[in-house]
């Protein structure tokens, strides 16, 4: 892994932080991950503007600027020699700590056959700001993979589906591709999908009407698009990913690989 912490480069073993600060006593920071796809950093501007919107939702200002940050994150790019690379940025009020690794790509069989999700009541707080401090998520996601599923589905108080723990949620009925946009991360993934979908509705909908949805699927930086084929044990669709989930994938490759 490499690591950078306030514009120095540190071998992983070296890397310290002060345990008496903000960011680690009470997980009060935001962050970023982003990927590369053959070298290239995708829609890191995006990111990075969704870095600086979750600070000021936090109230607070940080001490490195955007072009700053910019700038760190390539330094540390250029010393990466992995293609496909995850990278994620922290921010605090002082300090800028940016990690990068080699990408650890899903099975090819998750995006041929789908995944299976299941829910999980409830939803973050502060939903607009990817911060630190996000026990609620990381709950959800170990519920699920207890479960022997891929993603924790977020619903909440009303029975209103939110969000994933970790990823963003679509789904079709007919050829028209659904999402909600309320109290819910906006991914920069998820909006890629918006644009390539053309047609997206935003809307809300309940846990019962979801299982109904002729497809669904969910978006992440990390994973890209993946098909859901059942949650809680209910089959979605004909239990396979659907036609038009399946034509989303291929325009997102297409977009970040030129496949």
């Excluded at 992983?12 to 935001?30: C, H, I, M, N, R």
């Excluded at 041929?112 to 998520?137: E, M, Q, T």
């Excluded at 723990?165 to 109290?183: D, L």
Aim: net charge positive; proline share 3%; glycine share 6%.
């Amino acid at each position: 892994m490499i690591i950078s912490i306030n514009g120095k480069i540190t071998d992983e073993k070296q890397a310290k932080y002060p345990v008496t600060s903000e960011a680690f006593l009470f997980g009060f920071a935001v962050f970023e991950t982003v990927r590369t796809y053959k070298g290239k950093v995708f829609r890191l501007d995006d990111h990075l503007a969704r870095l600086y919107m979750s600070a000021d939702v936090m109230g607070f200002k940080p001490k490195w600027t955007f072009k700053k940050v910019f700038a760190e994150t390539s330094k540390a790019l250029g010393k990466s020699k992995w293609k496909d690379a995850k990278i994620r940025i922290i921010l605090t009020k002082k300090d800028l700590i940016i990690m990068i690794e080699q990408i650890k790509e899903k099975p090819a069989v998750m995006y041929k056959n789908g995944v299976k999700i299941v829910s999980f009541h409830g939803k973050r707080n502060i939903p607009y700001a990817k911060k630190l401090a996000d026990a609620f998520c990381y709950l959800a996601k170990q519920h699920a993979l207890s479960c022997g599923a891929y993603e924790a589905l977020l619903v909440d108080p009303k029975t209103y589906v939110r969000e994933c723990a970790y990823a963003n949620i679509f789904w079709v009925n007919g050829n028209k591709v659904f999402s909600t946009n309320k109290e819910i991360l906006f991914g920069i993934t998820r909006e890629t999908v918006v644009e390539l979908a053309e047609n997206c509705e935003f809307k809300g909908i309940k846990y019962k009407t979801l299982l109904s949805a002729d497809e669904i699927f969910i978006t992440q930086t990390t994973s890209g698009i993946l098909p859901v084929v059942e949650i809680d044990g209910h089959k979605i669709g004909t239990g396979r990913p659907g036609t038009v989930t399946k034509s989303l994938m291929k325009k997102f490759e297409k977009l970040v690989r030129g496949k």
